[in-house]
């Protein structure tokens, strides 16, 4: 089992630009999140999704976008990269109980300049 | 909504001694309270949780403690090894499944 696979670990952009930014879990979890985490801030949850084809804000979903069209992907798009984007962005999954016993990846570290 | 302030920000402690770290919460209907440890590099673990209907929970040398009067929690690690250094985070569960982060404690074992 490789849990969950983020990548890629370090990207810079180019204000405006846009990019995916992938995750996949194998351990057949129904619900996957994504987060960002600032400096001295904690966790702060993007989007999570419930399922294949569900997906819901959470408390900062301005500026991103994602989908799941698999139990196994969760990609989560950028667009128009903004320098308030820049951030480290973990991907997570949990089985049975939404937001209980959350399994994180190892985080894509994003620049935007 | 639900906040959660987590103390201290930083905390060094000397190899063997223990550590304590504490959280509130602001809505007494949070149900869940799970701690996660992020070493440098990585993404946070699940070291420990406890549910409301449970005051005390241990796992070895780790524990945590849960006082719903007062709306509080802490870590507990007992024997500390140099391993044990991390930034450990503290969360809530609150009402419509809302799971809430404290804002991390960085704590280093000194050998």
């Known amino acids: 089992n490789a849990g969950v696979t983020q990548t890629p670990k370090f990207r810079i952009l180019k204000i405006g630009q846009s990019m995916t930014l992938q995750c996949a879990q194998d351990m057949n979890h129904n619900y996957m999140y994504w987060y960002r985490q600032d400096p001295g801030m904690g966790l702060k949850l993007i989007y999570y999704s419930v399922g294949a084809g569900i997906t819901d804000k959470g408390e900062v979903p301005n500026g991103y976008n994602v989908s799941r069209s698999t139990t196994e992907d969760f990609p989560l798009r950028l667009e128009l990269a903004a320098p308030s984007q820049t951030s480290v962005y973990f991907c997570a999954s949990s089985y049975r109980d939404r937001n209980e016993k959350l399994f994180f990846g190892s985080g894509t570290q994003l620049s935007v300049l | 909504g639900e906040n959660v302030e987590q103390h201290p920000s930083t905390l060094s402690v000397q190899e063997g001694d223990s550590a304590v770290i504490k959280c509130t919460y602001s809505d007494s209907a949070s149900n869940y309270f799970p701690w996660y440890k992020q070493e440098l590099g990585k993404g946070p673990q699940l070291i420990i949780d406890i549910r409301s209907n449970v005051g005390e929970k241990k796992d070895q040398r780790i524990a945590v403690t849960l006082n719903k009067t007062a709306k509080h929690f802490s870590l507990h690690i007992t024997e500390t090894q140099p391993e044990d250094s991390a930034v450990y985070f503290c969360?809530?569960?609150?009402?419509?499944?809302?799971?809430?982060f404290g804002t991390g404690t960085r704590l280093t074992i000194i050998p």
């Open positions: 969360a809530a569960v609150g009402p419509y499944e809302k799971l809430t």
